[in-house]
T-cell receptor, first 117, second 110 residues
Framework: GAVVSQHPSRVICKSGTSVKIECRSL??????MFWYRQFPKQSLMLMAT?????????EQGVEKDKFLINHASLTLSTLTVTSAHPEDSSFYIC?????????????FGPGTRLTVL | GQNIDQPTEMTATEGAIVQINCTYQ??????LFWYQQHAGEAPTFLSY????GLEEKGRFSSFLSRSKGYSYLLLKELQMKDSASYLC???????????FGTGTRLTVIP
């Protein structure tokens, strides 16, 4: 149990285009989902936290108008990278937790490798 | 604030034991996770410590000292497949986001 999927696993796009990444909890309801970005040989950096039905909370330095997050249901959150540029190339990972509030285990998706040309 | 420190790289020999340390300074600290991450893959859960002491789970054990702001991950009988990054992550009371350290890249050599 507690499987999280991401789609697509890899995407290559041209500079200026927008890319949507989906994160789904397959066998549980995720009231909270997290989006991370990881550059090569670095650790995970939290970008934003999203709760179902409400606006995402973005970490300092993350542009909310550039990285649009929608958490429309208890099993799906999407991250849209708008007007992507080469510096947005990174490994994007989502995670989901089963309970709202309080520390608990996060289940990670397999990640999406974004390359912007 | 949140500050989590780990060594960036370690090397150990197949069959040996290795200890990966993590120190933290986290306001409202609640507990500490260890994750394993192979290159290009998502992190996988190893352990979660809330109370002081050692928790053993097969070849992997994790230790926490809340008073010292210190944790370690102990890997026994190292195998080549244990070559990976090991991420230490803290949690805060009343919040469910994780604060990750830089990760320790472990290389197991024959």
């Amino acid at each position: 149990g507690a499987v999280v999927s991401q789609h697509p696993s890899r995407v290559i796009c041209k500079s200026g285009t927008s890319v949507k990444i989906e994160c789904r909890s397959l066998d549980f309801q995720a009231t909270t989902m997290f989006w991370y970005r990881q550059f090569p040989k670095q650790s995970l950096m939290l970008m934003a936290t999203s709760n179902e039905g409400s606006k995402a909370t973005y970490e300092q330095g993350v542009e909310k108008d550039k990285f649009l997050i929608n958490h429309a249901s208890l099993t799906l959150s999407t991250l849209t990278v708008t007007s992507a540029h080469p510096e947005d190339s990174s490994f994007y990972i989502c995670s989901a937790s089963r309970l709202a509030g309080g520390p608990n285990e996060q289940f990670f998706g397999p990640g999406t490798r974004l390359t912007v040309l | 604030g949140q500050n989590i420190d780990q060594p960036t790289e370690m090397t150990a020999t197949e069959g040996a034991i290795v200890q990966i340390n993590c120190t933290y300074q986290t306001s409202g600290f609640n507990g500490l996770f260890w994750y394993q991450q192979h290159a290009g893959e998502a992190p996988t859960f190893l352990s979660y410590n809330v109370l002081d002491g050692l928790e053993e789970k097969g070849r992997f054990s994790s230790f926490l000292s809340r008073s010292k702001g210190y944790s370690y991950l102990l890997l026994k009988e190292l195998q080549m497949k244990d070559s990976a990054s090991y991420l230490c992550a803290g949690t805060q009371t009343g919040a469910n986001n994780l604060f990750f350290g830089t990760g320790t890249r472990l290389t197991v050599i024959p």
